[in-house]
T-cell receptor
Framework: SQTIHQWPATLVQPVGSPLSLECTVEGTSNPNLYWYRQAAGRGLQLLFYSVGIGQISSEVPQNLSASRPQDRQFILSSKKLLLSDSGFYLC????????????FGSGTQLSVL | RKEVEQDPGPFNVPEGATVAFNCTYSNSASQSFFWYRQDCRKEPKLLMSVYSSGNEDGRFTAQLNRASQYISLLIRDSKLSDSATYLCVVKRYSTLTFGKGTMLLVSP
């Protein structure tokens, strides 16, 4: 069966510090991978998605970047965090060629202070 | 106009009640539609897909009206465990767009 791992569960970072959130998927090959953010009182916002190694599509220009160094690994990064980067970050995967059903990781609650 | 709009609620209903949520979407080229459920501070999980002909899954019924560009979710015989936020989701090409969600609180 397929599983998705996302860590850490919570993170408190000072403004201006770097960020690295990692997500890995097991039990499937060549998944589509996604990073979403859910800010307080707002809906899920798609940040990045990837259909293959090294292929990253950015939906919203911002202070963040994503990388996919391996087939089942997706990393969200920032060089310098802003207060507005606070939120609930969710990694997700779907079967290749479809976004019909997303399977989400358990999320990372990021607080930038 | 936002791509997917929902009434944020909360909808407060007693156990056993029937409750309905609506959602509107702005892009007529949207291809597929879904309802996801999200418990507080947890990840969203797919509840059901929404088909043009309408579909039912136990106590849950979903409807799609393409002409009016709205989607509905009906929950019958509400349970305490139905308390959650229900997210309306629209697919276009390879990405999903989520509404902000409608919160449902079912009380004893």
């Amino acid at each position: 069966s397929q599983t998705i791992h996302q860590w850490p569960a919570t993170l408190v970072q000072p403004v201006g510090s770097p960020l690295s959130l990692e997500c890995t998927v097991e039990g499937t090959s060549n998944p589509n991978l996604y990073w979403y953010r859910q800010a307080a009182g707002r809906g899920l916002q798609l940040l990045f998605y990837s259909v293959g190694i090294g292929q990253i599509s950015s939906e919203v220009p911002q202070n963040l970047s994503a990388s996919r160094p391996q087939d089942r690994q997706f990393i969200l990064s920032s060089k310098k965090l802003l207060l507005s980067d606070s939120g609930f970050y969710l990694c997700a995967w779907s079967r290749p060629g479809t976004a019909e059903k997303l399977f989400f990781g358990s999320g990372t609650q990021l607080s930038v202070l | 106009r936002k791509e997917v709009e929902q009434d944020p609620g909360p909808f407060n209903v007693p156990e056993g009640a029937t409750v309905a949520f609506n959602c509107t979407y702005s892009n007529s080229a949207s291809q597929s539609f879904f309802w996801y459920r999200q418990d507080c501070r947890k990840e969203p999980k797919l509840l059901m897909s929404v088909y043009s002909s309408g579909n039912e899954d136990g106590r849950f019924t979903a409807q799609l009206n393409r002409a009016s560009q709205y989607i509905s979710l009906l929950i019958r015989d509400s349970k305490l465990s139905d308390s959650a936020t229900y997210l309306c989701v629209v697919k276009r090409y390879s990405t999903l767009t989520f509404g902000k969600g409608t919160m449902l609180l079912v009380s004893p």
